[in-house]
């Protein structure tokens, strides 16, 4: 009995520090795509004025910045209440969407440019905090984990 | 014909409709919607089309800047060369005249903002329309210089289309369609190029040094620049039809840019496009 117990507060500790890492991941990996998708729309702004709508459609539809994209660009709805996103960070977020595709090309551009050293910020932070943080979350919940084991051993 | 760029609503309304019977929509903010079908105005109700205004649907900014927005796919900066020259055009031709607030700097216009009407032209395709008109243009492997003259709503583009697909077929070379502002949206063939959303100098320059056609085909000459693009392709050996708005070869003969010597025949259509006038270059009537 005191074994299974134990092992159970292993697999529990492994699980929430799994969890808690999560969200700095999925945070790092939403401001890259954001990055990315910027750069990309920079681009094709500059050189072939190519409509966002064409954009997003060619994209995978894999991660969350991408399903916001298509959601809003199709179907005018604007969702970012991501559970790893600060309310600052949504309303971060939301201007940016409505700040694409309003403008003629000079003024896209300049959208796009004054933003872009924000998105760089964030993402170049959040992703050192998500490395260093799951990496130390993981590990802190394999110890917690291993001593709740021993506990009960 | 995609007519999902209009709002919900109207979608709703013009699915009552016989869209082949329909060519022109108007929007004006605060107003009824109207439409043209079959040649004549009625107002666009929630049943289709009625002629009491009080039934009508009226049009909302909302409903106008939807109708912007779908059109441009939200993206201002990829059509402002377009919304500066006052259209839009969808992939399938169909033409969007916009009124709104233009915002300049100094003597350029930077874009058009705010706005307020829209006139939608949907374009028919008539196939056949231009077959007898054809015997005027080309005789045996000679293709004339012609200049197709009308007021707006006669059907310039519409013979100008029917024209390109003859000539296609008929097999005289390699026909250069310049479509300025996307109207020829559908036209095409195993001997048409066609460059689109270019101004005419730039197209007839480049065109016809590197596509090397026999015939080039244009809709609505405008300004200096147009006339004297037209005039240097018929000096290099290509054939020219195009069309210019006008009641008639005086109205032509009197504009500013007109250059005399270019066109071999002049075709003034009338209100259907199987009526019209063919005169000679000497504008002697044939």
Redesign the interface.
């Known amino acids: 009995m005191n074994i299974i117990s134990g092992v159970c507060v292993f697999l529990l500790c492994i699980f929430v520090s799994k969890f808690a890492a999560e969200k700095h991941v999925k945070r790092a990996t939403f401001y890259r795509d954001m990055y990315n998708f910027n750069k990309l729309l920079q681009s094709e702004v500059l050189f072939a004025k190519t409509s966002i709508l064409s954009i997003v459609n060619n994209l995978s539809y894999k991660t969350d910045f991408e399903l916001m994209l298509k959601e809003y660009f199709n179907c005018r709805i604007i969702k970012t209440n991501f559970y790893y996103l600060e309310p600052n960070e949504r309303k971060f977020v939301e201007n940016y969407l409505l700040s694409l595709g309003v403008g003629d090309e000079e003024t896209q551009l300049n959208s796009i440019q004054s933003i872009a050293e924000q998105i760089a910020d964030k993402q170049k932070r959040y992703d050192a905090e998500s490395k260093k943080i799951s990496g130390l979350s993981v590990k802190l919940g394999f110890l917690t984990g291993v001593t709740g084991l021993i506990i009960f051993l | 014909m995609n007519l999902k760029f209009f709002p919900k609503l109207i979608v709703e309304a013009l699915s009552v409709c016989n869209v082949d019977k329909l060519y022109e929509i108007r929007l004006r903010e605060g107003f009824p919607v109207i439409v043209v079908l079959d040649g004549q105005k009625y107002y666009l109700s929630q049943n289709g089309v009625t002629i009491f205004d009080s039934q009508a649907i009226i049009a909302t900014k909302i409903h106008i800047d939807e109708i912007i927005g779908n059109v ?9 060369d377009k919304i500066k020259c006052g259209f839009l055009t969808t992939p399938e031709g169909i033409r969007i005249g916009l009124a709104g607030e233009c915002v300049m700097n100094k003597d350029k216009v ?2 058009i903002k705010n706005f307020s009407s829209l006139n939608i032209r949907i374009p028919h395709k008539i196939s056949g329309c231009s077959n007898l008109l054809m015997t005027y243009i080309v005789q045996g492997k000679k293709v004339y210089n012609t200049l197709i003259i009308s007021p707006p709503f006669f059907g310039k583009t519409t013979t100008l289309k029917d024209v390109s697909e003859n000539l296609n077929k008929i097999n005289l070379g390699s026909i250069l369609i310049i479509d300025e502002r996307g109207e020829f949206g559908e036209i095409k063939g195993q001997n048409i190029d066609k460059i689109s959303f270019s101004d005419k100098a730039y197209a007839f320059d480049y065109g016809v040094r590197s596509l090397s056609p026999n015939v080039v085909i244009t809709d609505e000459l405008g300004g200096k620049k147009d006339w004297e693009s037209i005039y240097n392709a018929s000096l290099s050996g290509v054939n020219v039809i195009a069309s210019c708005h006008g009641f008639g070869v005086d109205d032509i003969i009197k504009k500013e840019y007109f250059i005399d010597g270019i066109f071999d025949r002049y075709v003034v259509l009338g209100d259907k496009s199987s009526n019209f006038i063919v005169y000679d270059k000497d504008r002697r009537l044939l």
């Open positions: 441009t796919e939200f993206s201002i900066y990829a059509f402002n930077l874009t």
